[in-house]
């Protein structure tokens, strides 16, 4: 097998493609022959050793892939070799073969190509959990998705339009915005251009926006809280700007709003029945065409450096996909 190899976490630089020994699953584990693996936000931060999770070095980076199973270990009866699945294990994705924990593969149906398994999991489960789960978003309601034209924002504007809203779409870009429209947002901000706040105001009448998703943070978020409608939700999903906002608790005792934390990862390890279920039903509205990943481009697996600088650019639409 072949791998992009993190020896040193110092950036994408030190990353290197070697050969190294196929390895053999061990009880619990499949080894997987990845066909696609998604590029996510925390991908470039773990290679710069700034990311929460630290893996023990050396490391395969790689969080998202999908592929074939070739080899099931010990105690592994619900999966098989020659199934397709999809899994988030956090590293591992960049390379030929992996090992992966067996809890952690998701079964795929017929019809689902790995492209776009590669580039479901995270997305979908995060704005899934953020907006069913969190929010409790209900039809009807409005939602601003900031940093829409993102992997994140894209899923949450097609979940949000599943459950009913309205959704406003806020990007960096007319190129971004029109992506969101193409995907079912009512509205778009340009936040480059236009005047978030007066747009928001002008848009919802005066009343604001019910549910805002912000996997952005910087400096939006306090306008966008500003903005926010009474006993409004503030999904705080992540800090794709950097700086980690401080909003002034104020404004939500003025609002009756909430701020509400969105922590995927945790949910799943948690509550694994109630992540099993939310996973079974995206998979199904999958299958009905209610959502579909946005990809940006495929590119091959040796061009991962590449496709790294395109991330770092901030000119990803939707989700990168790295192919086999």
Same mark, same amino acid.
């Given at each position: 097998m072949h791998a992009w190899l993190c =020896?040193?976490?110092?950036?994408? =630089?030190?990353l290197t493609w070697k050969e190294l020994p196929t390895p053999s699953p061990q009880a619990g584990q499949v080894l997987i022959r990845i066909e696609a693996a998604s590029l996510n936000f925390p991908d470039l931060l773990i290679v710069q050793n700034k990311y929460q999770m630290k893996p023990d070095l050396p490391f395969v980076p790689g969080s998202e892939y999908a592929g074939v199973i070739e080899a099931v270990g010990e105690g592994v009866t619900h999966l098989k070799v020659g199934q397709s699945v999809a899994c988030l294990s956090g590293t591992g994705g960049f390379g030929t073969h992996t090992l992966a924990p067996a809890k952690l593969c998701m079964p795929l149906p017929a019809g689902f190509p790995a492209v776009d398994a590669a580039a479901f999991i995270m997305i979908y489960a995060t704005s899934h959990h953020a907006l069913i789960d969190r929010a409790a978003l209900k039809a009807g309601e409005t939602v601003l998705v900031l940093g829409a034209a993102g992997g994140v924002? #894209?899923?949450a504007i097609q979940i949000a339009k599943a459950a009913g809203a309205r959704v406003i779409a806020a990007a960096s870009t007319d190129e971004k915005c029109a992506l969101c429209k193409s995907l079912g947002a009512d509205e778009t901000i340009n936040y480059t251009t236009q005047n978030m706040r007066e747009v928001l105001k002008t848009? #919802? =009448?005066?009343?604001g926006p019910d549910v805002?998703?912000?996997?952005?943070?910087?400096d939006f978020?306090?306008?966008a809280f500003r903005s926010i409608a009474w006993r409004g939700r503030y999904l705080?999903?992540?800090?794709?700007?950097?700086?980690?906002?401080?909003v002034p608790f104020n404004l939500a005792l003025l609002k009756g709003a909430s701020i509400v934390g969105v922590f995927w990862g945790d949910f799943a390890r948690r509550e694994p029945q109630a992540n099993a279920?939310?996973?079974? =039903?995206?998979?199904?509205?999958?299958?009905?065409?209610?959502v579909k990943p946005a990809i940006d481009r495929t590119m091959p697996m040796s061009d991962l450096k590449a496709a790294y600088a395109h991330m770092g650019s901030r000119g990803v639409m939707g989700k990168l996909v790295m192919v086999n």
């Open positions: =020896e040193n976490p110092v950036g994408v =630089e030190a924002g #894209t899923a848009l #919802t =009448e005066g009343k805002i998703y912000d996997p952005v943070g910087g978020a306090e306008p705080v999903v992540g800090f794709a700007a950097g700086p980690i906002p401080a279920a939310m996973m079974a =039903e995206l998979a199904q509205w999958y299958a009905q065409g209610k």
